[in-house]
């Protein structure tokens, strides 16, 4: 039989039994078992991999997200160029996958999310850093709670990147087609013409202000007023050719702008080089437009300011009895007319004389040349004389009778009126060392003596001929020449 102590005692004994093995069930089942030694510490080092990897491709989908920047816009439409430009290659590309299309534009270092950089081996090393987490994942207990919290990562990293990729692509394709020029097939060499055509404008500008400046270098009234000195007429050409096409280079660009807005609506590429290269031409154009007229009388002013200088060289060319004036200053006058009168645009230009204008004067400086020319012609004749016989030696009749010989073979019916020498032998004597091939010298010995002999035949009722022939005696070779050397007029009355 127990006692009353004995039954308390024993009923607290089993209380305490049960309360230490509730106790211990409670601790037990609430602790989380520790990973196997060396798997621990794989799977630690894995999460601080997979926050990396969590990083780059959240850095990735940025990118991808923002789409294709300009430079990858314009790297994206040189490789349509390129296929563009070689059709077979063209054709198998667009028969390839997505994946092949993106895997052979990375091999070419074109891709649309990060430029500069080859995004397909970004995604594949990606991949690999998941392929070694997940290696970790699968030799680690599954149900352990941080072996399940990396693994939700893992998934969510390669949902990620395969969602990434799609997103990329299809930048890419989007991209490709914005930057397609099969629907517009000229639009190459129409932007390379419009360049030219902007390029030509503003050539012609810088021209005009050349032009401009030029003005205030003019002489006074007896000076040449040469812009050639002062002024590159190739420049004056293209302000010529620019003035007469600025109005149907303006016209032409308008039409491509209409034309192409489609394609530039869609692509930022060839927006930006029409823009960029095009955007300048209105401004070159109203530029142009304003200072022309400034240009074009300049250049009428340039001309009357020669045509005046013209005058007063014929004037002395004729007082001086100079004829080479015409083939020296006045020469160089005309030439600098007939070069403004070449490079005057055929144009009508408010304010600015017309070409009609200028060619008129040019056609002035013509006529006033060759009257100046005749009347200097008509000077000399009417004051040449026969020159006088006046050489002494005793071969005088001889030298005579030779030039009387050449002359009557060549013209046989001649009628010769006067035969005279009016000077003595002009007599030439000397050595010279000179090199006749590379390396080889060699001495030339000169001895000869000239002659000219003036021979008088009518030419018409009112006009004689002085024929005036040379004789040379080269006592080197021991030869005698004779040649014809001049022809010149005289007034019959003057005989």
């Known amino acids: 039989m127990f006692n009353n102590k004995d039954v308390v005692m024993r009923a607290l004994i089993s209380t305490l039994l049960i309360f230490i093995s509730l106790s211990s069930w409670s601790l037990t089942a609430g602790a989380v078992t520790p990973l196997p ?24 989908r940025a990118s991808v997200a923002a789409g294709p920047s300009p430079q990858q816009q314009a790297m994206l439409a040189q490789f349509q160029q390129m296929l563009a430009a070689n059709p077979q290659l063209k054709a198998q590309f667009d028969a390839a996958t997505p994946e092949q299309q993106a895997q052979f534009m990375a091999q070419l270092g074109i891709t649309s999310a990060a430029p500069g950089s080859d995004m397909m081996t970004q995604y594949g090393w990606l991949e690999q850093r998941l392929d070694s987490v997940e290696a970790v ?20 990293a390669r949902s990620a990147i395969r969602s990434t990729e799609s997103a990329d692509a299809e930048n890419t394709s989007s991209a490709l087609a914005a ?20 390029m030509a404008i503003a050539n012609a500008v810088n021209a005009a202000k050349s032009a401009i400046e030029s003005a205030n270098g003019a002489p006074n009234a007896d000076e040449m007023w040469l ?13 010529k050719q620019a003035v007469e096409n600025v109005d149907g280079f303006e016209t032409q660009i308008g039409q491509w702008q209409r034309q192409y807005a489609p394609l530039f609506s869609r692509s930022s590429v060839y927006a930006g080089q029409w823009q960029a290269n095009i955007q300048y031409f209105p401004q070159l154009a109203a530029n142009l437009r304003a200072m022309a007229p400034q240009v074009l009388t300049l250049l009428a002013s340039n001309i009357r300011h020669n045509l005046g200088v013209l005058d007063q060289l014929i004037a002395t060319a004729v007082e001086r009895r100079a004829a080479s004036y015409f083939d020296g200053g ?5 030439g600098e007319i007939n070069a403004v009168v070449e490079a005057y645009p055929d144009h009508r230009l408010a304010g600015a004389p017309q070409q009609s204008a200028v060619t008129a004067l040019q056609q002035q400086a013509a006529d006033r040349i060759a009257a100046g020319q005749a009347g200097l012609a008509d000077l ?24 009387v010989t050449f002359i009557e073979r060549r013209l046989p019916d001649i009628d010769i009126l006067e035969v005279t020498i009016c000077c003595e032998w002009d007599v030439e004597n000397y050595e010279e ?27 018409d009722d009112e006009r004689a001929l002085i024929r005036i022939v040379g004789i040379r005696q080269n006592f080197v070779t021991n030869q005698e020449s004779i040649e014809l050397l001049n022809e010149l007029e005289m007034l019959s009355d003057n005989i």
């Open 380 to 403: 000399v004749v009417a004051e040449r004389r026969m020159p006088g016989d006046h050489y002494s030696g005793d071969d005088a009749d001889e030298l005579k009778d030779k030039a």
């Open 37 to 60: 030694y060396g798997v621990r510490d794989d799977v630690r080092r894995q999460t601080q991999n997979m926050g990396e990897i969590e990083r780059e491709i959240e850095t990735i």
């Open 330 to 334: 006045i020469r160089q006058v005309e």
């Open 179 to 198: 930057n397609d020029l099969s629907d517009f097939p000229n639009f190459e060499q129409d932007l390379a013409t419009a360049e030219s055509m902007t």
């Open 227 to 239: 812009l050639s000195n002062t002024f590159n007429f190739s420049q004056l050409k293209s302000l």
């Open 137 to 156: 994942i699968n030799r680690a207990p599954a149900d352990h709670p941080d072996v399940v919290a990396l693994k939700q990562r893992h998934d969510a």
């Open 433 to 459: 060392v000179v090199e006749d091939y590379p390396g080889h010298w060699v001495k030339r010995v000169h001895n000869y003596r000239d002659i000219q002999i003036t021979i008088l035949s009518p030419k």
